[in-house]
């Protein structure tokens, strides 16, 4: 598969309810959407990247800049057999890995929407229904709740008796 064309826009979306960190509230997300053509087909990928470089050192103005003058003319050169190829074709820029995953996950969109399968199956998943979900997350637990102690659990507390000091009964 040759890409065609690649397109990197930068959207705005209100956030539903505010996000607030030490750094600040946030009231809407600034991101980048990447898409990927090829063969009249077209995959989406998102860059989660923020404006500003408070919390992660990729930001939405640095991704832009890294996709235009090095990603993208690297990834408009490689012939793709498989999406799984994309990783090392882009492995001669260093870092920027936010920048890089928008356009392998653009690149696996493609892939699904080429092959006309969910991109879940592309992936290796399997549809579940929420009834599943919800049955599998209780098994889990319950198998959590129900695991013996081994010596691993000793080890462990004793570690934490190390740490915090030997647990005294109540006088």
Not at 14 to 32: C, D, I, M, N
Not at 54 to 70: C, I, K, M, Q, R
Not at 83 to 101: D, I, Q, S
């Amino acid at each position: 598969m040759k890409i065609e064309r690649v397109e990197v826009r930068e959207l705005a979306l209100p956030l539903r309810y505010p996000f607030e960190t030490s750094f600040g509230r946030t009231t809407r997300k600034q991101f980048l959407l990447v898409a990927v053509t090829a063969g009249g087909v077209t995959g989406y990928g998102e860059c989660v990247a923020d404006r500003d470089p408070y919390y992660l050192p990729e930001t939405n103005g640095t991704v832009a800049h890294v996709l235009d003058e090095f990603l993208i003319p690297l990834l408009l050169q490689l012939e793709i057999a498989h999406p799984r190829e994309v990783w090392p074709g882009l492995a001669r820029v260093r870092g920027h890995e936010m920048a890089k995953a928008s356009l392998d996950m653009a690149v696996w969109e493609l892939w699904a929407r080429r092959e006309g399968v969910p991109l879940r199956r592309v992936l290796g998943g399997e549809k579940t229904s929420r009834r599943q979900q919800r049955l599998h997350a209780r098994r889990r637990r319950r198998a959590a709740r129900a695991r013996p102690a081994g010596p691993d659990d000793d080890r462990a507390a004793a570690g934490l008796e190390r740490h915090r000091g030997p647990r005294r009964a109540a006088a």
